[in-house]
Structure formats: C-alpha cells, structure tokens
C-alpha cells in the first residue's frame, strides 16, 4: 500500500542527546514536511523540503535538522539544543505540480518522550 | 502569531445532534481551507475543503459554510456520531503546495 511510514511510533531519551526520526514515503511525492504537534496548539510547521536536496525552515525549526538526500525520505533530527523536544512529530507529502490538490497525506506519528 | 484561530478547544456532543466548530483568520491572501481529522494515536487525515469562489460545501454529513467577508469559516457536523469523536483542525493557505497554516484543533466526544 502506499503511503507514509513515521519510525519509531515511540521514543525515549536523556536530556542532551540527540535522536532521529524517520520518514520514508512511496507515493512518489516531492514535497515532505515536518510538523509538531503539542495540546492545544495545533500542528506547527518545523522544516519542508520541496525537492530532493533542498530544504527549507518552518515556523519552528531552532533546535531541529533536516536531509533530503532521496525523493523518498525525510529525516528529521532533534537535537540536544531543542528545548522542550517532548511532543508529537508528524511528516507529510503533497503531490507535484498539477497533481497537488492542496492535500496533506500523514504519517502515524512518532511520539519522543526527554526524561 | 496564531493566522488561524479556531474554536471550541473541546466539545461535547449528543448521537444524532450537530457539532459545530468555527475558524477565523487574519490573512485575506488565504484561499484554500481545508479541515482535517484525527483519531487518537493516528495523523490527521483531510476531511472536506473550501476555496472562497463558494459559500458552502457539503460531503455527506459534513458541510463547510464560509463567510469571506468575515474572514470566517466553519464545519458542521450533522447526525453526530460516536464515531466522529476526534481531533478536528481547520488550515488555511495561500494556494496549493504552499505552507498550511493549521488552527489549535478542537477535540470532539460524541456521547452516545
């Protein structure tokens, strides 16, 4: 089926560590997104990409890293420097050009809990 | 800068009645507002959207109504369901393919 696939679901680190999540897609979409999710304060935009190689910030991207070295992945890293990393991490895909109807397609989610 | 306001934060709901959720923005260069649903432990999923050339959209039980000179929109949801008991999200953007700009979502119980 295709689709999005977020690794890991779930996902514990020490204070000061960095941690990756994965994002791969086989809808064969150009566009990926990272966006977080916190109570209460919808989903925040925290880096895009539109191509392969080539990135940009979000609303919210200080503390966070992104690659997009293959059209199908998204990886998105969170460093020591991201203050308060506990939340909810979403990617997404939208379709090319003329094929783009405005449509978000989502992962499951990775949850990160810092202890 | 919140660009989409939404509201209720929550809302409780009887089977079969209508839930209501309402979403204003600042931006007049928004033309595209979608909704989105999610279900616990899963990503949002798009529900329904509007382009300001109609006032109302109807899919099945769910209607988007807009009001383009009040820079508001919201969603309608008749026949409530238990089922229907998710995270709502209004968004806005400027045209496809460009950044969604989502509101804080409103948490729907439909009590059966």
């Known amino acids: 089926d295709g689709g999005i696939t977020q690794s890991p679901k779930y996902l514990f680190r020490k204070e000061g560590q960095n941690v990756t999540l994965s994002c791969e897609q086989n809808l064969n979409h150009d566009a990926m997104y990272w966006y977080r999710q916190d109570p209460g304060q919808g989903l925040r935009l925290i880096y895009y990409s539109q191509i392969v190689n080539d990135f940009q910030k979000g609303d919210i991207a200080e503390g966070y890293s992104v690659s997009r070295e293959k059209k199908e992945s998204f990886p998105l890293t969170v460093t020591s420097a991201q203050k308060n990393p506990t939340a909810f991490y979403l990617c997404a895909s939208s379709a090319p050009g003329l094929l783009n109807t405005g449509e978000l397609f989502f992962g499951e989610g990775s949850r990160l809990t810092v202890l | 800068q919140q660009q989409v306001k939404q509201s209720p934060q929550s809302l409780i709901v009887q089977k079969g009645g209508i839930s209501i959720i309402n979403c204003a923005y600042e931006?007049?260069?928004?033309?595209?507002f979608p909704w989105y649903q999610q279900f616990p432990g899963k990503g949002p999923a798009l529900l329904i959207a509007i382009r300001p050339d109609v006032s109302e959209k109807k899919e099945g039980r769910f209607t988007i109504s807009f009001n383009k000179s009040a820079k508001q929109f919201s969603l309608h949801i008749m026949d409530s369901q238990p089922g229907d008991s998710a995270t709502y999200f209004c968004?806005?953007?400027?045209?496809?393919?460009?950044?969604?700009?989502f509101g804080a979502g409103t948490i729907l119980r439909v009590k059966s």
């Open positions: 931006n007049t260069a928004f033309d595209y």
């Open positions: 968004a806005a953007s400027i045209g496809y393919g460009n950044k969604l700009v």
